[in-house]
């Protein structure tokens, strides 16, 4: 077994017993946690993600069968023809097992951070001063990378993470730098990588899996094209000085709910009648919302084990209330619909940074 990485007091291990897959989940993982050394020996690892290969499962044949899409195997191991993937939780140890995929790495890391009774939600996090946590929940394309890396060039801010975040019911936020997803239009906000790395991004049909499709097209033909179809995973330690990335918990100080508002014509922040729960509720919706495509897999799951899918939303609720109860503030910030991701920048760092 051998260890790829150490997210906070996680460790992600892989069976190295097959050399050629393992360089090839290698290589898939880095869109996921290229960058993450940072970790590397700053805690003791507590908790384990075991990564194995899926030819382990391809000869049993005691699951029960949702047609189409999952088998439940005895020792509650769930397999997923939606997701390529299959796990098994475990006390401290979640295993999962897989011949290529590994886009569902963050769901199987939350089930260990929820043992500890830490969960994540969408958006973005800044400190300041390495101490208070500033936090923006939102849904994707709000102009929460625009903000971040403008955020970032000032002496006392540093990023604990864009798109997703983890939140402790002790009120404390925890870094998940995974890479940033930069399309063409944040070429204005990186010059300097993308100075240095020849990219060229080809406009074509505008869907998901098209372009998923594309990639993975290009890795099994061992196509050399090194052009951009949709967006750019870079490791914030590449566009980042590393003092930049904010290792440390910090305590959440500051929630700002962002959205984006057709009746706004300038940036509005207004912290009347929001609370904790309104919070909690837009939080948790969020981040369902943006982790849709792992839903089946997780109704599947509960289904099979004849479990209330409340077991799934409440310890989330929970964590999240009992965090966000201990913040100073909650704001709601609403962007006009049609403002670009620069101005949008510019606004949100003399609303939530005012005065740095």
Known sequence: MKQLYQIHNIGVFIDDTDKAWMEHIIG?????????????????????????????????????????????????????????????????????????????????????????????VHGASVAVDNNSGKLILAFGGIGKTCFIA??????????????????????????????FCLYEYHKALFPQYFKQHDVKYVHIEDNMYFKRGIRKAKKILHIEDKSIYSYLTVPPV???????????????????????????DTVRISMDGYNVTMATNFALNVILHEWDVGLKIVLNYHAQQFKDIGEYIDPRRDILKEAFSKAKSISCVDIPEKMPAAEVSKALNE???EGI
């Not at 604990?160 to 019911?169: A, F, H, R, T």
């Not at 590393?242 to 984006?260: A, E, G, H, W």
Request: with cysteine.
């Open 28 to 120: 898939n993982l880095k869109v996921q946690f290229d960058g993450f050394e940072i970790y590397n020996g700053i805690r003791d690892i507590e908790y384990k993600l075991i990564i194995k290969n899926m030819k382990e499962l391809e000869d049993r044949n005691d699951a029960i069968v949702v047609p189409e899409c999952s088998y439940f195997y005895s020792g509650a191991i769930m397999r997923s023809e939606y997701s390529g993937v299959a796990y098994q939780d475990g006390e401290k140890t979640v295993t999962v097992w897989t011949s290529d995929e590994t886009w569902y790495a963050p769901y199987l890391l939350e089930m260990l951070f929820l043992k500890q009774g830490i969960t994540f």
């Open 238 to 264: 590449k566009l980042f000085p590393s003092d930049k990335i904010q290792i440390n918990p910090v305590k959440l100080d500051d929630i700002f709910i962002m959205r984006r508002n057709q009746a706004s």
């Open 150 to 179: 403008n955020a970032a060039k000032k002496d006392r801010v540093s990023l604990l993470g864009d798109d997703l975040i983890l939140v402790s019911k002790t009120g404390e936020l925890y870094s998940y730098p995974r890479p």
């Open 351 to 353: 609303v939530i940074l």
